[in-house]
């Protein structure tokens, strides 16, 4: 994909309100209505948009445009990238759908607080409104996942482990409350992923939890599910108390499988 051009120079009238990084995007004697030369002829209006899109990022990235910044109007965009205002709002509505952008009153687009929450958002209710595949779901969680508990188990302060051994060891009082068991079950595993230290990670795994759990939730009602789940947890726990990053990670993987097969039955009987 071609680069954007490199716009230089003084904003011509009407930008004045715009933000100085808009202003300096304005190509030196360029023509309001002429368009951006955006790598060659003929280019789909989709590549510009996406290098319009991929260019307010790059702003975003540099530290040119901040959280609570609010662009100019599209008119002024357009100006400034030299571009119609279709493929401008194809770019706009795209940064909006990843939680960059949010639509403010009168049609100005506003940089969000651009955390980690926020950004999985649109991908969390993505996965939960697309065709549920459960095996690639839990392909993904375990690719996030282990590697938290692998970051936990050699991260973690001696008191945070301490709290997930009790959160796991807790678990057995609830071998035949699945109302209590879940919420116990959240806790554990939230544990488990700020353990790692790493908040997008951790952001990424709390996502990934959350599809599916109108299955999940059927699935913990199951004869002997909870209290293998509660085992599992505590063999995690435990290998993570001894320093055993290895053992914690090839336990979790048992405990994933596990979840992942009781879906897979439950899924099977509500058919």
Do not use: W
């Amino acid at each position: 994909m071609s680069k954007l051009p490199n716009l230089t120079g003084i904003a011509p009238a009407g930008l004045a309100d715009a933000p100085d990084a808009f202003s300096a995007l304005v190509a030196s004697g360029k023509q309001p209505d002429k368009p951006a030369d955006f790598g060659g002829p003929a280019l789909e209006r989709r590549s510009i948009s996406e290098q319009v899109a991929n260019r307010i990022l790059s702003m975003i990235k540099s530290g040119n445009l901040k959280s609570g910044d609010r662009l100019p109007t599209e008119a002024q965009m357009g100006i400034a990238f030299g571009i119609s205002r279709p493929p401008l709002r194809e770019a706009l509505k795209a940064l909006t759908l990843m939680g960059v952008l949010e639509s403010r009153q009168g049609g100005r687009y506003t940089v969000t607080d651009l955390s980690p929450s926020r950004l999985v958002a649109p991908f969390n209710a993505m996965l939960s409104a697309a065709d549920y595949d459960v095996n690639e779901h839990f392909e993904a969680r375990a690719v996030v996942d282990l590697e938290l508990v692998r970051l936990c188990a050699t991260r973690a302060s001696p008191e945070h482990l301490q709290r997930v051994l009790k959160l796991a060891v807790d678990g057995r009082a609830f071998h035949h409350d699945p109302v209590a068991f879940r919420l116990l079950d959240i806790e554990f595993h939230q544990a488990v992923y700020n353990g790692g230290r790493n908040g997008l990670l951790a952001t990424l795994s709390q996502g990934l939890y959350d599809v599916g759990l109108d299955v999940r939730r059927v699935a913990s009602g199951l004869p002997g599910v909870i209290e293998k789940s509660v085992g599992q947890h505590v063999e995690v726990a435990e290998a993570m108390m001894e320093g055993d990053a290895e053992a914690a990670v090839a336990a979790y993987r048992r405990h994933l499988e596990h979840v992942r097969d009781t879906t897979i039955q439950t899924m099977a009987r509500q058919q």
